[in-house]
């Protein structure tokens, strides 16, 4: 198999996984956006970074896109070709935004745009790959398919199912200045649950996903923000990471009480209310030293801006 474009370019969005009661299954693509262009060449590979981990991330081989997309390449039997990167980040890494699922999917987006053909890592093969290198489809579905997705696994094959939320779902993000490790938030989790916590979670949880479907009956006089509230319950996971982010914790108490559908973003530290906030409450959480910034869903997940392919990607679930 032949390269067929030397200069690509793509873009993946942020996400929010498990929403409260959806843990390790549900997620949101977020309008929040990672730019990446690279040029194949004879030479040795270089990545530049601006923005979010400008300064951190690897610059060379051990980068995770250039792993990806050399794992990518080596699967399709393509060319390997030195590597000129350009990364213009503007997911915050380590927060609970999804960065890592996003440079994984960039990675595998850009094998796809290099080959340059229709048939060649499609939406399956990419939300397969990017589940085996990612751990979970959770981050990975909303950064391939865009909207919300549920995501599930049989065996070592993901699937995903994309809905389109209600334009009344309108995410604010609460970002902190302090990061958190997918791994330490996890090591927190017990490793048995109590039958009520489950049935409690599953109920939310497929109340949320009828909710982010649009395609539901309410009960008279019941309104969305109110079935919000409901279906974002958690029993599973967050309280049970308190002590590894207790200024999130606090955060999520503090916005629930004041009637925000509040809930952790991912593994955290990151909060995220699926409802606009008022401007004082936005105030306050800002004074208290959170970043507060409002992002839309985004309708579209990775996209080819630049080669051949330039689109959507064929992207569908």
């Not at 960039?106 to 589940?131: C, F, H, S």
């Not at 696994?153 to 995903?160: F, I, N, R």
């Amino acid at each position: 198999m032949r390269l067929a474009d030397d200069f690509v370019a793509c873009r993946v969005p942020a996400t929010s996984a498990n929403l409260g009661p959806g843990f390790d299954s549900m997620g949101l693509a977020l309008d929040l956006w990672d730019e990446v262009s690279v040029h194949a060449t004879v030479g040795p590979t270089a990545v530049v970074v601006e923005g979010e981990g400008a300064g951190q991330v690897d610059e060379g081989e051990k980068n995770l896109i250039v792993k990806t997309l050399r794992l990518s390449l080596d699967r399709l039997g393509a060319p390997q070709v030195g590597i000129r990167m350009h990364c213009h980040n503007r997911i915050p890494h380590s927060r609970g935004l999804g960065s890592s699922a996003a440079a994984i999917v960039a990675g595998l987006v850009l094998a796809r745009a290099l080959i340059g053909e229709e048939e060649v890592l499609g939406p399956k093969d990419v939300l397969d790959i990017g589940t085996e290198l990612e751990g979970h489809p959770d981050n990975i579905a909303p950064a391939i398919f865009g909207g919300a997705t549920v995501a599930w696994m049989e065996g070592s094959t993901a699937g995903a199912l994309r809905l389109t939320p209600p334009v009344q779902i309108s995410p604010v993000a609460f970002i902190p200045d302090f990061e958190l490790a997918t791994e330490k938030a996890r090591s927190a989790l017990p490793e048995l649950i109590a039958h009520g916590d489950a049935r409690y979670n599953i109920s939310r949880a497929a109340l949320l996903s009828a909710l982010l479907s649009g395609a539901y009956e309410a009960p008279a006089g019941a309104t969305l923000h109110e079935l919000l509230m409901d279906a974002t319950g958690d029993r599973l996971h967050q309280e049970q990471r308190r002590a590894t982010m207790e200024s999130s914790l606090a955060l999520v108490d503090w916005l629930r009480a004041g009637g925000m559908p509040a809930v952790v973003s991912g593994a955290g530290p990151t909060v995220l209310s699926l409802e606009k906030v008022s401007a004082s409450l936005k105030h306050d959480a800002e004074g208290a030293g959170w970043r507060v910034l409002s992002l839309p869903v985004a309708p579209q997940g990775a996209q080819i801006t630049r080669g051949r392919l330039a689109g959507p990607c064929g992207m569908r679930a």
